[in-house]
Structure formats: C-alpha cells, structure tokens
C-alpha cells in the first residue's frame, strides 16, 4: 500500500465500549488471561492503562489512526461495510473503502506491541 493513498489506520477492538464493559475486560486479562478474546487490547493495553512503547508509537508516528470498539465499529461502518469482518481488526482507510491491513488470525498471534508496531511500518 503506497503511504500517500493511506487516509487513516483504524483499530477495532473485540471488545464493547462503556466503563462496565472496561471493567469486565480488565478482570478478564487478570483472572483468566488464556480465555481473553483481544489480543490487539492486550498488545496495547495493560489491566488499567495505555502501555508506554504503544503510547509513545500512537503519538508519534505520524499517522492517523482511529481506535473502535466492535460496536462503536458496527454502529459507524454498518452501512457501508457491514459485518464482513472478524474482530479484532487493523483496516487501512483508503479511498472511501477500507482494506485489511492486519487480519484477526494474524493480529491473534502477535506476541506484543514491537511486533505490532513493526508490522503497521512494514505494510503502510
């Protein structure tokens, strides 16, 4: 993908909005980590705040990114994209249309955030 045709990075967690649902998150990632469906909360969040190397890529990088939860997701794209996507998700805004820029199986088995990172640099 040419860098120039990228409008935005938007994010999708598999998770719903809301503090409660912020809550039973974070209790999930610490009472029972293996069952927790987010690897891409979990790359970027710790149990209660933003994790530094992620912070510190997000404001920096120059590119314009877009953070969803899967309902915020469904309730803004249903429209025009429906539900032709798993969660979580890294999509590229491109020319009114949004391609996959990091698919949920490969997004599930990255390990933390540099990998993350490294992957967003390499395909944008």
């Not at 990075?9 to 069952?35: C, E, M, Q, W």
């Not at 469906?37 to 590119?63: A, M, P, Q, V």
Request: charged content about 25%; overall charge negative.
């Amino acid at each position: 993908m040419e860098n120039n045709s990228l409008e935005k990075i938007v994010f999708v967690y598999n998770a719903d909005s809301g503090k409660r649902n912020a809550i039973l998150d974070s209790l999930h990632k610490v009472l029972k980590p293996s069952t927790y469906n987010c690897n891409l909360c979990d790359i970027t969040f710790g149990i209660l705040h933003e994790k530094k190397e992620w912070k510190d890529f997000r404001t920096t990088s120059g590119y314009d990114m877009e953070f969803l939860h899967k309902d915020e997701f469904q309730q803004a794209y249903a429209s025009k994209f429906g539900h032709r996507f798993s969660f979580p998700i890294v999509l590229a805004a491109v020319s009114e249309t949004l391609e996959i820029l990091i698919g949920t199986e490969e997004l599930n088995a990255l390990t933390d955030a540099t990998s993350l990172i490294d992957l967003i640099k390499a395909r944008v």
